[in-house]
């Protein structure tokens, strides 16, 4: 981190701001070129908050030269990771589908959706049972009886499963889950990042709906720095000033986000769109840009379905998309770093 001084700075702050770095471990290299005196701070700089220097009366500027987060970052961990599911790998130029119903609606539907989608080649289920929805007056997921129909599902199918957590005290219910998502609502729920830390299980950590990647980074480094290093990643779309689709699926973060970070990234154009017929270019298009699995939400009867329906493929579209996607990935962008 580099500390640029304003000219003839008060001593006693200089002071103060020197003994408060010294006491966060901090060791402080200064250069005097002319007038302007500039500071190299070394050390865990992680831990040292910029703006609150940025704000000191004696200084000009702050710049960070490494990124605030460390276990994410792959200049510390050159290697990708490869997340361990089951007998499904992701990550490392390990390409695994997610695919379900947005929500669990009934045993027998959330059932055949799981036959259905294995049979395409997903190797991984979803469904939620706890749905954040925007108004507390749409269908809210079946909660606990979801997850048993999710479970049954998982028995039946063999297909290991992914579904939502919203709150920290739903977690005794997730215990067989194999995957747990934080969806994009959450991304900065810190609380719960911290208690997912805690687990030994990997976590689908969606992009925030106005995060930055900086942002998005950081909230895998709160589940990191707890001992949890289980992290995959989401793409789904962020939010600009374009409303014809329901958010703007942003794919050139795959190829900076790999460049940036060992973790494996995925996406899920069916939230990043909202539109079922978009979800083929799109996964296409994410499949080519190196990202390292897709998250589909596939209905049996979309016109039908209790959230989610416009975006959601059915079976048949779907094993379209697989069939697609497959052709891509003997192409898809390695990356400079692999
Ligand atoms: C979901 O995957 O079901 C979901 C709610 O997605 P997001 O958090 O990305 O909106
Ligand atoms: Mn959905």
Same mark, same amino acid.
């Given at each position: ?148 129909? *999710?479970? /049954?599902?998982?028995? %039946? ?9 919203? +709150?920290? #005290?739903?977690? $005794? @219910? ?58 995959? *990643?989401? /793409?789904?779309?962020? %939010? ?9 699926? +942003?794919? #050139?973060?795959? $190829? @900076? ?82």
């Amino acid at each position: 981190m580099i500390i640029v001084l304003k000219e003839n700075p008060e001593q006693k702050q200089l002071d103060n701001l020197v003994a408060w770095l010294k006491s966060m471990d901090m060791e402080i290299h200064y250069s005097q070129y002319g007038s302007t005196t500039i500071m190299g701070i070394i050390g865990e700089t992680s831990m040292v908050d910029t703006e609150l220097i940025e704000a000191l009366d004696i200084v000009e500027s702050v710049k960070r030269i490494t990124e605030p987060y460390k276990n994410a970052n792959r200049k510390f961990h050159p290697k990708d990771t490869v997340i361990e599911i089951g007998p499904v790998k992701l990550g490392g130029g390990n390409f695994a589908v997610i695919a379900g119903p947005c929500s669990i609606e009934s045993m027998d539907q959330v059932c055949s959706i799981a036959e259905e989608v294995k049979e395409a080649g997903a190797l991984l289920y979803r469904g939620g049972a706890f749905k954040p929805r925007t108004s507390p007056y749409a269908f809210q997921g079946m909660r606990e009886t979801g997850i048993e129909f *999710l479970l /049954e599902a998982k028995r %039946r199918s063999g297909l290991p499963v992914v579904t939502e957590v919203m +709150d920290v #005290s739903h977690l $005794p @219910l997730f215990e067989e889950v194999d995957v747990i998502q934080v969806g994009a609502r959450n991304m900065q729920n810190f609380e719960l990042l911290k208690e997912l830390g805690k687990l030994d299980k990997p976590i689908l950590l969606k992009r925030g709906l106005s995060s930055t990647i900086s942002e998005f980074l950081m909230s895998a480094e709160y589940i990191m720095a707890g001992g949890n290093h289980k992290v995959i *990643l989401c /793409e789904r779309g962020i %939010r600009t000033f374009e409303t014809a689709m329901r958010n703007t699926l +942003d794919l #050139s973060c795959i $190829p @900076l986000i790999k460049s940036l970070s060992h973790l494996p990234i995925i996406v899920d154009p069916s939230h990043a769109t909202g539109i079922a017929s978009l979800v083929k270019p799109m996964s296409m298009a994410a499949v080519a840009a190196g990202a390292d699995g897709l998250m589909i939400e596939v209905h049996n009867d979309p016109v039908h379905a209790l959230c989610d329906g416009a975006q959601s493929l059915t079976p048949a579209a779907f094993q379209d998309v697989m069939n697609a996607v497959m052709q891509i990935l003997p192409l898809a962008y390695k990356g400079e770093t692999k």
